[in-house]
């Protein structure tokens, strides 16, 4: 059981009275500052068992996974606005309507499992403020680069949760760092599945040729193998679509496609291939972007993914900051039954060309209706929510059928109470 201290940093509480007065303060410091509906969603996690059983989590009654349009994608939880791969960011991402939260899973020195997309620590904690860790420093290879700083797996579990999130982009707000802890694999997943609807997962095996370096496990097993013993304790099965995988939607990413092979034989969900820019190689197998984008990979790699996730910039090259015509990579993996849903969507200036008039929803409408693609990874989760909600809506049917059932709660609390 996990009281709200997984949500919320705040110094160790070993009591019950203590963990109590630290709901109290995080209530206090976020009241006014998000919807109720989020504020209630934390405290409600603070009042039961986190981790409920996934056979008895799904009962029907919640509203299923949207399928008629491209998946909104909350790339890292709601980052845009709170500090990447926090509790408080997948919360929002879910309230904002997102279809499926998407994380990054490595692992801590004791094999614990935990969402952070970089190796280092450095660029998203407060660590540099730990000066207990200061000898934790040292310089790594990562990817045929050698990289100085603080790594995930020179620290345990219980030292991990001691460091304070903090948002990455300094024009970004920054009045929540380090006010919430990093979070394990399956604080992640009971995220989704706490969710008041059908909301999807989307973890990334990241780095995994580094985490089996560094990280060992009993038995032999290697990180790929903790991935899919995770997801399946929780209850992750099933072929995409299948009556089972839409109970509890799951996508499993990586760059790495010796990864992606090894995992086909432990579990048949979905799959989808990470592809970086042009200039950087696959992370274990050290191909070209042109090799791996090539009919002749596409054909084999399909034996293994459903789909892949490009750079968006890779589909549709830019020169001095405008698109230039797009390339054929869409059209060619969906001759193939491949879906593609690319990355990153970010609403700043800074992130969008010039062809979009500093426009977001410009942008979705480009990538949605003239590239055609499946997905897309966004870091603001409600602009592309809204987006879609204006110009697809949901079926006509699901509003009627919902004006009903509140026509007929209405017609039997009149009947309950005639007086009013």
């Not at 089996?212 to 009993?218: D, E, L, S």
């Not at 062809?355 to 929803?361: H, I, L, R, T």
């Not at 055609?372 to 990874?377: A, E, Q, R, T």
Request: some cysteine; hydrophobic content about 35%; overall charge neutral.
């Amino acid at each position: 059981m996990f009281e709200l201290t997984v949500i919320l940093k705040q110094p160790k509480q070993k009591s019950r009275i203590g963990a109590a007065k630290g709901r109290d303060s995080m209530a206090s410091a976020l009241a006014g500052l998000v919807p109720l509906s989020f504020l209630l969603l934390l405290v409600g996690c603070a009042s039961r068992p986190l981790y409920p059983l996934p056979g008895k989590r799904y009962d029907g009654s919640k509203k299923p996974l949207q399928t008629f349009r491209p998946y909104n994608l909350a790339h890292r939880g709601s980052n845009g606005e709170f500090p990447e791969e926090t509790a408080a960011a997948y919360m929002r991402a879910i309230e904002e309507g997102a279809d499926f939260i998407e994380g990054d899973v490595l692992a801590s020195k004791d094999g614990v499992l935990i969402m952070q997309h970089d190796v280092t620590l450095d660029d998203t904690t407060d660590i540099a403020e730990h000066k207990e860790f200061a000898n934790r420093k040292r310089t790594c290879n990562v990817q045929g680069t050698n990289t100085t700083g603080f790594f995930h797996f020179d620290f345990t579990l219980e030292e991990l949760k001691s460091l304070g999130v903090k948002q990455r982009y300094p024009f970004r707000d920054q009045q929540y760092n380090g006010k919430f802890p990093i979070i394990t694999f399956k604080e992640f997943i009971s995220i989704a599945l706490d969710a008041p609807r059908v909301v999807g997962i989307y973890p990334e095996i990241k780095n995994p040729a580094m985490v089996n370096q560094y990280v060992k496990w009993p038995g032999g097993k290697k990180f790929e193998d903790k991935f899919v013993e995770t997801l399946h304790k929780y209850g992750y099965r099933g072929e995409y679509m299948s009556k089972q995988w839409l109970k509890q939607p799951a996508f499993i990413q990586s760059f790495a496609p010796t990864s992606l092979i090894y995992v086909s034989n432990l579990t048949d969900l979905p799959k989808v291939f990470l592809i970086d820019d042009i200039t950087i190689p696959t992370q274990d197998t050290n191909q070209s972007y042109w090799e791996v984008t090539s009919d002749k990979y596409l054909n084999f790699i399909k034996n293994y993914v459903m789909g892949i996730g490009p750079w968006k910039d890779t589909i549709v090259y830019v020169s001095e900051n405008y698109l230039q015509p797009p390339t054929d990579l869409v059209a060619r993996a969906h001759a193939l039954n491949l879906q593609v849903h690319p990355y990153t969507y970010r609403n700043e200036n800074q992130f969008l060309h010039f062809n979009f008039s500093q426009d977001p929803y410009k942008e979705y409408d480009y990538w949605i209706n003239t590239i055609g693609v499946d997905g897309l990874f966004t870091d603001f989760t409600g602009s592309l929510h809204q987006y879609q909600e204006w110009t697809t809506p949901s079926p006509s049917g699901e509003k009627s059928a919902t004006k009903l059932l509140d026509k007929i709660g209405s017609m039997i609390s009149k009947y309950r109470n005639p007086q009013t």
